[in-house]
Structure formats: structure tokens, C-alpha cells
């Protein structure tokens, strides 16, 4: 009586295994881009930075200056465009690290589909032939 190897059966299950793991963390990827895409000016921002919630914000933080000798002080009409240019590119910055999570994570989760189905219906056969023998 010829004994049957059980690692095609550990293969099996270790990639549906894996699979289902890659697919939970691309599934929060999406939640978080899409968390993302809703409000850009406060996604993943350092507090570092000046605050663009309000151009009074940003006023206020671009005048704070930690050497009073090297203090300038910009007209309020170069102010709001310093606001503005700084404020939309952070909005296209998290727009377009938003969509490219989103893609990669639709297209992680689509091949994990596929391996997951592929791998199962192989693991149901291979079941039926240590089954029956």
C-alpha cells in the first residue's frame, strides 16, 4: 500500500491561508484611502507644518518666527496665495497617493479572489482522491 505525500494539501491551505490574510489588509487599505480621499487636508498631515484648516490658521502660524531678527512678514495678498498654492498641493498630493492605494489594494484583491477559488476547488479535488483512497 502506497502512502500519499500530504504536502500538496499543506500548500494548498497555506496559500488560501495567505491569501485571505493579503486580502483582509488590502480591505483596510481601501477603507483608509477612501478615509483618505474624503478629507485630504488632514490626512496623515505632521503637525509640523502650518495649519491649512483656515487661512487665519495659516497666518498665524507662518508669522510665529523662532528668530525675531529673521522675521518676515509678508502682505496678506502674498499670504493667501502662499495659502492657497500650499493647500492645493497637498490636495493633489493625497489625492494621488489615495488612487494609487486604491489601485494596487483592487488589483491585491482581485488576484487573491483568483488564487483563493483556484486554490480551493484544487484542495475540494485533491480531498476527494485521500478521501476515496
Known sequence: MEKKSKAPLVYGYAVC?????????????IIFAVMDLDDPLYA???S?????????????DMLKSPDEKQAWVPDDETLRA????????????????SMRS??????????????????????????RKYNTA
Open 17 to 29: 491561508l495567505v491569501v485571505v490574510i493579503t486580502f483582509l489588509i488590502s480591505i483596510a487599505g
Open 44 to 46: 496623515g498631515r505632521s
Open 48 to 60: 509640523g507644518k502650518a495649519s491649512l484648516a483656515s487661512f487665519e490658521n495659516y497666518k498665524m
Open 82 to 97: 502662499m495659502f492657497t498654492s500650499e493647500k492645493d498641493d497637498v490636495i493633489r498630493r493625497v489625492r494621488h497617493d
Open 102 to 127: 486604491l489601485y494596487i489594494n483592487a488589483v491585491l484583491i482581485i488576484i487573491c479572489i483568483v488564487l483563493f477559488l483556484t486554490h480551493w476547488r484544487w484542495m475540494r479535488k485533491l480531498g
